[in-house]
């Protein structure tokens, strides 16, 4: 064979060769970037977790959340030290990369544990190629120099711990796919274990089937939130609250300037189990907002579908506080008053809290049922009141009394001694005393005679909630028929007395200096038996 043609096949050969090693090396790499791409972060999250917040686009998510108008006034929710910290240092993060962040690194988790503080949280995040480095030269930026690092081996794993200067620590995981940090090491080594195991998250039948579906790749962030059908007089901070209904919610989360969307969807599946959202399943939904008969100084408000009154006691009746003072006298006025209302009552109950004429000092509470044959109902109500036997003979029996409005008398009936009160609004009084009067085709009862009086001349007056701009801006993006609504002032609530901190959850309570300065609009709506939570947070300004 001559030899330019052996030169020819040399060349060709060593051509191939290059060709194919520059292939192989090109879908090494783009198979690492897939393989980054496609990581599951919920592969480390621990099953243990409370909450997770994701974004597919960290960077968009955390503009959107400095252009709400609370933040440019200074007002952050600090529910996450993690989060708080790289909000504060994302853009010196992104200048570092001069075509912004990796796709990869947009990918964000946070995920909460208990007990529920603003350090107790990992933050999860997939690293694509070259941000191994770049993460660990942006940590070491806000670490302490004068203290070097220090690894831990977990499992064979490795644990970094960067000291900063806030006295506190980093714990660090890192991989090149990944990235988990948290201030707690002892979050960091769950992680681990979720991973090495393979029992994270993931694998827990109830949550795979909330995230089963995907995220809505439209919205900035999706939050998922495991609550629990347990006592509910009863939270590991010692505040009660009403905020555990049962299962996984998951909620996709829009802001726009002065409001905070939330829609979401409950997974709950468990029919067994008692719980706000089971109890919401078994009622027809209402129609209608309660504004025309809610007075204008209304701060809360609660409507309810209680079609079945026998379900919605038997979630309200698990309540602990409000069976702490029971007896078998007051067990008996609960089953005679519940008699009462089976018979009477409509399929809808409303809860209010208000100030009365010329102050805010004070406070007034009313519940109120549309009532069937108001007649008939009022003497069948006097009749139980009558035949009822005193509670102790040595106490007096308080007598009825009467208002004057209007040219109107309105008679406020004593009720023997019961929990219902208690039980469908939340608001507990250690007497459980509680008065009735008939209005308009409704039932009031209330803790005492000046609310129901406050109640009346407001209504009278035609001083009402409707068209108030507070009001109207609550229910504007709600659906007019739903299970369940709730309209709360926080900068109002907060102020009560603790017989009232159980309306609304206590994690609100907990950063109050936030929250004080928004109003809550809360909405259940049910279809074939899935409940639609949405919920509405109004920012009202400096």
Same mark, same amino acid.
């Given at each position: 064979?001559? &030899?330019?043609?052996?030169?020819?096949?040399?060349?060709?050969?060593?051509?191939?060769?290059?060709?194919? *090693?520059?292939?192989?090396?090109?879908? #090494?790499?783009?198979?690492?970037?897939?393989?980054?791409?496609?990581?599951?972060?919920?592969?480390?999250?621990?099953?243990?977790?409370?909450?997770?917040?994701?974004?597919?686009?960290?960077?968009?998510?955390?503009?959107?959340?400095?252009?709400?108008?609370?933040?440019?006034?200074?007002?952050?929710?600090f529910i996450s030290k993690l989060f708080s910290y790289l909000?504060?240092?994302?853009?010196?993060?992104?200048?570092?990369?001069?075509?912004?962040?990796?796709?990869?690194?947009?990918?964000?988790?946070?995920?909460?544990?208990?007990?529920?503080?603003? =350090?107790?949280?990992?933050?999860?995040?997939?690293?694509?190629? *070259?941000?191994?480095?770049?993460?660990? =030269?942006?940590?070491?930026?806000?670490?302490?120099?004068?203290?070097?690092?220090?690894?831990?081996?977990?499992?064979?794993?490795?644990? #970094?711990?960067?000291?900063?200067?806030?006295?506190?620590?980093?714990?660090?995981?890192?991989?090149?796919?990944?990235?988990?940090?948290?201030?707690?090491?002892?979050?960091?080594?769950?992680?681990?274990?979720?991973r090495l195991s393979g029992k994270?998250?993931?694998?827990?039948?109830?949550?795979?089937?909330?995230?089963?579906?995907?995220?809505?790749?439209?919205?900035?962030?999706?939050?998922?939130?495991?609550?629990?059908?347990?006592?509910?007089?009863?939270?590991?901070?010692?505040?009660?609250?009403?905020?555990?209904?049962? *299962?996984?919610?998951?909620?996709?989360?829009?802001?726009?300037?002065?409001?905070?969307?939330?829609?979401?969807?409950?997974?709950?599946?468990?029919?067994?189990?008692?719980?706000?959202?089971?109890?919401?399943?078994?009622?027809?939904?209402?129609?209608?907002?309660?504004?025309?008969? &809610?007075?204008?100084?209304?701060?809360?408000?609660?409507?309810?579908?209680?079609?079945?009154?026998?379900?919605?006691? =038997?979630?309200?009746?698990?309540?602990?506080?409000?069976?702490?003072?029971?007896?078998?006298?007051?067990?008996?006025?609960?089953?005679?008053?519940?008699?009462?209302?089976?018979?009477?009552? *409509?399929?809808?109950?409303?809860?209010?809290?208000?100030?009365?004429?010329?102050?805010? +000092?004070? &406070?007034?509470?009313?519940?109120?049922?549309?009532?069937?044959?108001?007649?008939?109902? +009022?003497?069948?109500?006097?009749?139980?009141?009558?035949?009822?036997?005193?509670?102790?003979?040595?106490?007096?029996?308080?007598?009825?009394?009467?208002?004057?409005?209007?040219?109107?008398?309105?008679?406020?009936?004593?009720?023997?001694?019961?929990? &219902?009160?208690?039980?469908?609004?939340?608001?507990?009084?250690?007497?459980?005393?509680?008065?009735?009067?008939?209005?308009?085709?409704?039932?009031?009862?209330?803790?005492?005679?000046?609310?129901?009086?406050?109640?009346?001349?407001?209504?009278?007056?035609?001083?009402?909630?409707?068209?108030?701009?507070?009001?109207?801006?609550?229910?504007?993006?709600?659906?007019?028929?739903?299970?369940?609504?709730?309209?709360?002032?926080?900068?109002?609530?907060?102020?009560?007395?603790?017989?009232?901190?159980?309306?609304?959850?206590?994690?609100?309570?907990?950063?109050?200096?936030?929250?004080?300065?928004?109003?809550?609009?809360?909405?259940?709506?049910?279809?074939?038996?899935?409940?639609?939570?949405?919920?509405?947070?109004?920012?009202?300004?400096?």
């Amino acid at each position: 064979m001559k &030899l330019h043609i052996w030169v020819k096949i040399i060349l060709f050969a060593l051509i191939l060769l290059f060709c194919l *090693g520059i292939g192989t090396y090109s879908y #090494r790499r783009l198979s690492a970037v897939e393989q980054a791409e496609n990581f599951d972060l919920y592969t480390l999250v621990p099953a243990s977790t409370t909450a997770i917040l994701e974004t597919d686009h960290m960077v968009e998510f955390i503009q959107e959340v400095n252009e709400l108008s609370c933040s440019k006034e200074g007002r952050f929710l600090f529910i996450s030290k993690l989060f708080s910290y790289l909000k504060l240092h994302l853009h010196t993060l992104v200048e570092q990369t001069p075509h912004g962040l990796s796709k990869q690194m947009n990918k964000l988790l946070i995920s909460f544990h208990a007990p529920d503080n603003e =350090r107790n949280q990992v933050l999860y995040c997939t690293l694509g190629n *070259g941000d191994y480095e770049l993460v660990e =030269r942006f940590i070491k930026e806000y670490c302490i120099s004068t203290f070097p690092s220090k690894i831990f081996d977990y499992k064979g794993q490795e644990i #970094r711990i960067y000291p900063m200067a806030d006295d506190h620590f980093l714990a660090c995981y890192f991989t090149t796919q990944f990235i988990a940090i948290s201030y707690q090491k002892k979050l960091i080594e769950e992680v681990i274990d979720a991973r090495l195991s393979g029992k994270s998250l993931i694998n827990d039948k109830t949550f795979e089937r909330v995230h089963a579906g995907g995220r809505r790749t439209n919205t900035p962030a999706t939050i998922y939130v495991r609550m629990h059908s347990v006592d509910l007089g009863k939270t590991t901070d010692g505040i009660p609250s009403q905020s555990q209904l049962g *299962g996984w919610t998951e909620f996709d989360m829009k802001m726009n300037g002065d409001v905070i969307y939330f829609s979401g969807i409950s997974h709950e599946n468990d029919s067994t189990r008692i719980s706000f959202t089971n109890a919401l399943r078994c009622q027809e939904p209402v129609e209608g907002f309660p504004g025309e008969i &809610l007075p204008a100084s209304t701060f809360f408000f609660n409507k309810w579908a209680v079609s079945d009154l026998h379900s919605m006691f =038997r979630f309200t009746s698990s309540h602990e506080y409000s069976t702490a003072t029971y007896s078998n006298y007051i067990k008996d006025r609960d089953e005679e008053m519940l008699g009462f209302f089976m018979e009477y009552a *409509g399929d809808n109950l409303v809860t209010s809290l208000f100030h009365p004429v010329d102050t805010l +000092e004070q &406070l007034c509470a009313v519940m109120s049922f549309p009532i069937q044959n108001v007649t008939q109902a +009022e003497r069948r109500l006097r009749n139980l009141i009558q035949t009822t036997p005193p509670e102790d003979t040595s106490l007096p029996v308080k007598p009825r009394e009467y208002y004057h409005s209007m040219g109107w008398t309105y008679t406020f009936y004593p009720l023997p001694r019961n929990t &219902l009160f208690t039980q469908l609004t939340g608001i507990t009084e250690s007497a459980l005393h509680t008065y009735a009067s008939f209005y308009k085709g409704r039932l009031l009862i209330a803790p005492d005679t000046e609310s129901l009086s406050s109640y009346i001349y407001f209504l009278n007056r035609g001083e009402i909630l409707d068209d108030t701009p507070a009001y109207e801006e609550g229910i504007s993006s709600l659906s007019a028929t739903y299970n369940f609504m709730q309209m709360v002032d926080f900068g109002d609530i907060f102020i009560q007395p603790e017989n009232y901190v159980r309306l609304i959850p206590n994690f609100f309570f907990r950063n109050q200096d936030f929250f004080r300065h928004f109003i809550l609009a809360t909405q259940f709506t049910c279809s074939n038996g899935v409940i639609y939570p949405n919920i509405v947070l109004i920012y009202k300004g400096s």
